[in-house]
């Protein structure tokens, strides 16, 4: 039987978005569900631990997904992921929620990744660049839609629904994959590399737990931050050690000694870094420095969303004629241009200003990411394009958690350097100085802040943010000098370099 493409693709599209928006639309809701539930301090591991088994999870799905099949993988995957949303939806306590979080996180892990995968195996050549493009900008448009649909959600028909809609959602999704995807996948033994796997997930998991919790529950270079991080390396040596022995390794360290490989991968953890770092603080700087409403605010990102997808759908095509490197050079380009706009907004910008800053980094993100997706996929065959593509992903999500546990930190400690000493912080009773920042954020108690005291609130947030801004320009400079170690070259119709240098 042969392959419904239109329709399958239409389903993994649909299950990618259901996994990608998870993170955005729960923080909309996080205040209600605390004030349901209690348990604030445990606020922030309703997302970590969804991060940290999702991220954990991807290369292992991606090598069971090349010694299985895609579709069984993708159908245990949406599996979890759908158990986890429903469970997530009947919590009683925080501790119910954080544990189900990470049945949920176990699950998206393998949604996005074998997504994917299955695209790069049903679509050759070009094709396949024109509808990874599409599935690219899933990722963006999810990440502006979720904040708004999680407000409308807790507003209308209540909390749970944000887990429980995924339910039928993602059946349907499923059912389609199911039903319409026909692969024939080799059947032989296979000798599973359960060591490493359980290796990598430590790693993983100590790494990410300490990029999370850096610079929020402990310091930097506080015992704690630094122990996770020399036990994450630690642990990862072993894991190397014993992938070089395996006959079927989790991850063939072979495939980082292909050269678009490795650098496909590096420039997506930069990627990763940009699409969260660029997104995180505009709004804040939008509704705390200039005044905006919420909604307003959310429209300074908002044109990612539309820069994104325009420009992964050109890249399909561009890709066949200028080659993976230079498409991928200019996106990064582009990611340059936006990053020295953001330099120049200040509290006297206005939000449709920084509304094109966000149009032009959506549209070199994605110029660039769909080229990574596509360069890799193409680099192996269909035994290892699994775990090809799953590489990309896991290092986007790692590029994110890391660049936005960096610039929080900047942001916090330059907060605290320009308020620490001064009157506002007893002036206003707050605990601690970056606490006083809530005012900006809450029009009500806003207007009763005297104007000299709002000068120096707003002064100190924007001059906070304008840091990450520098960090975003020196982020995307290693982005162009990344992509230049890309083998240079136009694809054939199978998507192969001619002529590769």
């Known amino acids: 039987m042969r ?3 239109k329709l399958v693709t239409a389903c993994l599209m649909a299950a990618m978005f259901l996994s990608a928006m998870e993170v955005n639309i729960v923080s909309t809701a996080m205040p209600t569900i605390v004030g ?5 301090s445990h606020f922030t591991w309703v997302f970590s631990l969804f991060m ?8 292992i799905y991606g090598k069971l997904a090349d010694l299985y099949g895609r579709k069984p993988v993708f159908a245990v995957g949406i599996g979890f992921f759908i158990l986890g949303s429903a469970l997530c939806g009947l919590a009683h306590s925080m501790p119910q929620l954080i544990i189900y979080r990470g049945i949920q996180g176990l699950g998206a892990g393998a949604v996005m990744p074998i997504a994917m995968t299955i695209i790069g195996d049903l679509y050759p050549g070009a094709e396949r660049a024109r509808v990874q493009g599409l599935l690219s900008s899933v990722w963006a448009i999810a990440a502006i839609v979720g904040p708004a649909l999680g407000g409308v959600i807790v507003q209308t028909i209540g909390w749970p629904w944000i887990f ?3 339910v039928p959602l993602g059946i349907l999704a499923s059912s389609g994959v199911f039903l319409f995807l026909h692969e024939k996948a080799s059947r032989h033994d296979h000798e599973i590399d359960y060591l490493g796997a359980f290796l990598l997930v430590v790693s993983v998991s100590l790494l990410l737990f300490g990029l999370m919790q850096a610079g929020t529950r402990w310091d930097w270079s506080s015992p704690q931050i630094i ?3 020399f036990g994450a390396a630690i642990v990862f040596v072993f894991f190397l050690r014993v992938e070089a022995q395996a006959k079927e390794p989790i991850i063939p360290l072979s ?3 292909q050269r678009m490989i490795l650098v496909g991968n590096i420039c997506s953890i930069i990627t990763g870094g940009l699409t969260v770092g660029s997104s995180s603080f505009l709004p804040t700087f939008a509704q705390g420095v200039l005044g905006t ?3 307003i605010a959310g429209t300074t990102i908002i044109t990612m969303s539309i820069g994104w997808p325009i420009a992964s759908t050109l890249s399909g095509k561009l890709m066949w004629r200028y080659g993976y490197r230079t498409i991928e050079i200019w996106g990064m380009v ?3 241009v936006a990053s020295v706009l953001y330099l120049v907004i200040s509290p006297s910008s206005a939000p449709w200003y920084m509304s094109f800053c966000s149009l032009v980094m959506g549209a070199g993100l994605g110029l660039a990411a769909t080229t990574q997706i596509v360069s890799v996929q193409t680099s192996v065959s269909w035994k290892q394009r699994g775990i090809a593509t799953s590489s990309v992903m896991f290092s986007r999500i790692l590029g994110s958690t890391l660049l936005i546990a960096v610039l929080g930190t900047i942001v916090d400690s330059s907060l605290i350097k320009s308020l620490s000493g001064t009157f506002l912080t007893k002036a206003f009773g707050a605990a601690d100085p970056v606490s006083i920042i809530n005012l900006l954020l809450d029009p009500g108690r806003r207007a009763l802040i005297p104007v000299n005291h709002l000068e120096i609130l707003k002064n100190a947030l924007a001059g906070s943010i304008h840091l990450t801004f520098w960090v975003i320009l020196a982020c995307s400079a290693a982005g162009i000098f990344a992509s230049l170690y890309m083998p240079r070259g136009v694809p054939d119709e199978n998507g192969q370099l001619i002529n590769s240098v």
């Open 227 to 229: 122990g996770l991080f």
């Open 3 to 5: 392959t419904n493409r």
């Open 164 to 166: 429980e809609i995924n």
């Open 293 to 295: 409403t919420a909604m």
């Open 255 to 257: 495939l980082m000694n």
């Open 36 to 40: 349901k539930l209690g348990g604030f």
């Open 52 to 59: 940290l088994t999702q991220a954990a999870s991807i290369p």
């Open 334 to 336: 582009f990611c340059l």
